[in-house]
């Protein structure tokens, strides 16, 4: 494979097909070399980006319709947009038609009042000395607006239209220059081309940092001068189909970079490496590096920040497509210890090297460990039997709220079965908790005479004796639908027996 890249180029995929993979497995070593060689070679596409590289967003409006208005509402910013050219031919265009108009006003008036052909007659008193012809006009009026002042050339006071002209030519020259040089102002220290002193990583890594997976990238500053206030921030561009059957084509999620712990706010003096990890709320939880081969999406990472000399905002922006994402890579480290400074060497900046990485995503790393895990058989047997417990107690209300209201009495109080119930499931939960707790615990909770056996026998006792009364109160009949009435008159002295006799008799 390796020998066929360096033979056609990396702009070549090799192609195999189902019979083919399945003929080389049943062919020798030399005879798979052979056909491996013989496979078809197919140009790659080319893989379309919303970010370029250089930061540029590959993104066009088209059919706007009658909305071309809103450009003409908005000039200025139309005007600084512009490319380079577009400017120029603009500033020239607007200067020169300008020029030529105040030019041919101050003509006209010279026709008009006869100036042109009495210009030399020696008592006569033009309204612009010394204007001959157009040329000599053009030349006033640039003598005028530039304010050169040669003293030749000069409006006399026998001319008001002359005056009003001036005043005229004096405004509409001043918005002209505040308008066109201003553009150019703007134009000329935008903060784009300080954006490309702003290095960013060919490549972004995927490895291991802090025992977590982590996504991983590189920024750089190429200046001496800082970046103000700096800040990082990460789009990860992907389609995807809702519930509902709607298609998303450039779905936008963030991916986060240090927002909560505020280690997106960078102190960019020596390159930095932004970390993402990749966790249960990142989108690639579900990352493997065999799913990654399959997926298709973008990293678009925005780097925001003022410009210390010149105050103003400057923002860089780059994108990783899936496949200038390396799994278990690491970037080799660029800042070495000089006598008396720190010395950054960009030869390496994009450099990076091998490293051990499970090639698992997070969620089959977090299955897995659950699976090995020997503290999952005790949490489910405990839940099992509390629900067991439950539904006993639950099974036993429904019995004690059927049975008749006298044989609800002979329990002496209706809720007896339930706490009776409750209490030796605790006694039996906890019975069953002391063995997961230290020696001494045990010796201390297993000691005769303790506080909670001395409360379960008074319960006991305090509900066994209602229970007796209760039973010899009852007449014979009820006494044998009991059943349990005869084996308590057995334990009785002979007195006592006889006087509940009697007394029923």
Same mark, same amino acid.
């Given at each position: 494979?390796?020998?066929?890249?360096?033979?056609?180029?990396?702009?070549?995929?090799?192609?195999?097909?189902?019979?083919?993979?399945?003929?080389?497995?049943?062919?020798?070593?030399?005879?798979?070399?052979?056909?491996?060689?013989?496979?078809?070679?197919?140009?790659?596409?080319?893989?379309?980006?919303?970010?370029?590289?250089?930061?540029?967003?590959? =993104?066009?409006?088209? *059919?706007?319709?009658?909305?071309?208005?809103?450009?003409?509402?908005?000039?200025?910013?139309?005007?600084?947009?512009?490319?380079?050219?577009?400017?120029?031919?603009?500033?020239?265009?607007?200067?020169?038609?300008?020029? +030529?108009?105040?030019?041919?006003?101050?003509?006209?008036?010279?026709?008009?009042?006869?100036?042109?052909?009495?210009?030399?007659?020696?008592?006569?008193?033009?309204?612009?000395?010394?204007?001959?012809?157009?040329?000599?006009?053009?030349?006033?009026?640039?003598?005028?607006?530039?304010?050169?002042?040669?003293?030749?050339?000069?409006?006399?006071?026998?001319?008001?239209?002359?005056?009003?002209?001036?005043?005229?030519?004096?405004?509409?020259?001043?918005?002209?220059?505040a308008f066109l040089i201003g553009c150019m102002f703007i134009k000329m220290s935008q903060p784009k081309k300080r954006a490309e002193t702003l290095m960013f990583s060919e490549h972004s890594v995927i490895s291991m940092r802090d025992g977590k997976l982590t996504l991983m990238f590189r920024v750089g500053n190429l200046r001496n001068s800082h970046m103000v206030s700096a800040q990082i921030r990460c789009k990860l561009l992907k389609s995807r189909q809702t519930p509902e059957g709607e298609f998303l084509p450039l779905d936008q999620l963030e991916l986060d970079v240090g927002f909560s712990t505020g280690a997106d706010q960078l102190f960019l003096v020596s390159p930095l490496t932004i970390c993402h990890?990749?966790?249960?709320?990142?989108?690639?939880?579900?990352?493997?590096?065999?799913?990654?081969?399959?997926?298709?999406? $973008? &990293?678009?990472? &925005?780097?925001?920040?003022? =410009?210390?000399?010149?105050?103003?905002?400057?923002?860089?922006?780059?994108?990783?497509?899936?496949?200038?994402?390396?799994?278990?890579?690491?970037?080799?480290?660029?800042?070495?210890?000089? $006598?008396?400074?720190?010395?950054?060497?960009?030869?390496?900046?994009?450099?990076?090297?091998?490293?051990?990485?499970?090639?698992?995503?997070?969620? $089959?790393?977090?299955?897995?460990?659950?699976?090995?895990?020997?503290?999952?058989?005790?949490?489910?047997? *405990?839940?099992?039997?509390?629900?067991?417990?439950?539904?006993?107690?639950?099974?036993?209300?429904?019995?004690?709220?059927?049975?008749?209201?006298?044989?609800?009495? &002979?329990?002496?109080?209706?809720?007896?079965?339930?706490?009776? +119930?409750?209490?030796?499931?605790?006694?039996?939960?906890?019975?069953?908790?002391?063995?997961?707790?230290?020696?001494?615990?045990?010796?201390?909770?297993?000691?005769?005479?303790?506080?909670?056996?001395?409360?379960?026998?008074?319960?006991?006792?305090?509900?066994?004796?209602?229970?007796?009364?209760?039973?010899?109160? +009852?007449?014979?009949?009820?006494?044998?639908?009991?059943?349990?009435?005869?084996?308590?008159?057995?334990?009785?002295?002979?007195?006592?027996?006889?006087?509940?006799?009697?007394?029923?008799?």
């Amino acid at each position: 494979m390796s020998a066929l890249r360096r033979k056609f180029g990396d702009d070549y995929q090799v192609v195999t097909t189902s019979s083919s993979s399945a003929g080389l497995q049943g062919q020798g070593p030399q005879q798979q070399q052979q056909q491996q060689q013989q496979q078809q070679l197919v140009p790659r596409k080319k893989r379309q980006r919303f970010v370029d590289k250089n930061g540029r967003c590959n =993104v066009q409006h088209g *059919n706007l319709g009658s909305e071309t208005s809103r450009y003409l509402s908005d000039l200025f910013t139309t005007l600084v947009d512009l490319k380079w050219r577009w400017n120029l031919f603009i500033f020239i265009l607007t200067y020169t038609v300008a020029w +030529l108009f105040m030019a041919s006003m101050w003509w006209v008036i010279a026709y008009t009042r006869g100036d042109l052909n009495k210009a030399h007659v020696g008592n006569y008193t033009p309204c612009v000395a010394n204007v001959y012809n157009f040329p000599s006009a053009f030349l006033f009026f640039i003598e005028t607006e530039a304010t050169i002042g040669y003293g030749y050339r000069y409006i006399t006071d026998k001319c008001p239209e002359g005056i009003i002209l001036f005043l005229f030519q004096s405004i509409l020259g001043s918005i002209v220059d505040a308008f066109l040089i201003g553009c150019m102002f703007i134009k000329m220290s935008q903060p784009k081309k300080r954006a490309e002193t702003l290095m960013f990583s060919e490549h972004s890594v995927i490895s291991m940092r802090d025992g977590k997976l982590t996504l991983m990238f590189r920024v750089g500053n190429l200046r001496n001068s800082h970046m103000v206030s700096a800040q990082i921030r990460c789009k990860l561009l992907k389609s995807r189909q809702t519930p509902e059957g709607e298609f998303l084509p450039l779905d936008q999620l963030e991916l986060d970079v240090g927002f909560s712990t505020g280690a997106d706010q960078l102190f960019l003096v020596s390159p930095l490496t932004i970390c993402h990890v990749i966790d249960a709320k990142s989108p690639f939880y579900d990352l493997s590096q065999r799913s990654m081969q399959a997926e298709q999406f $973008e &990293i678009v990472v &925005i780097l925001e920040g003022i =410009v210390e000399t010149t105050g103003m905002t400057c923002q860089a922006r780059t994108s990783y497509t899936e496949d200038e994402v390396l799994w278990g890579h690491r970037f080799f480290p660029v800042i070495s210890l000089e $006598e008396g400074f720190f010395k950054v060497d960009y030869s390496q900046f994009h450099a990076t090297f091998e490293v051990p990485t499970p090639p698992y995503s997070v969620k $089959e790393q977090e299955e897995m460990l659950l699976m090995s895990s020997p503290l999952i058989a005790p949490a489910i047997t *405990n839940t099992k039997e509390r629900n067991n417990s439950v539904e006993c107690l639950d099974g036993i209300d429904d019995i004690s709220t059927k049975l008749p209201s006298k044989l609800q009495k &002979i329990t002496g109080r209706e809720d007896f079965p339930k706490k009776l +119930l409750r209490m030796s499931s605790t006694t039996s939960e906890k019975a069953y908790s002391l063995g997961d707790l230290p020696m001494k615990l045990q010796r201390i909770s297993s000691v005769p005479g303790n506080s909670e056996e001395k409360l379960v026998s008074k319960t006991t006792k305090m509900l066994s004796d209602p229970m007796s009364q209760s039973v010899a109160d +009852l007449p014979p009949k009820l006494q044998k639908m009991s059943g349990g009435a005869a084996r308590m008159e057995g334990n009785l002295p002979a007195k006592l027996r006889k006087m509940n006799s009697d007394r029923f008799t």
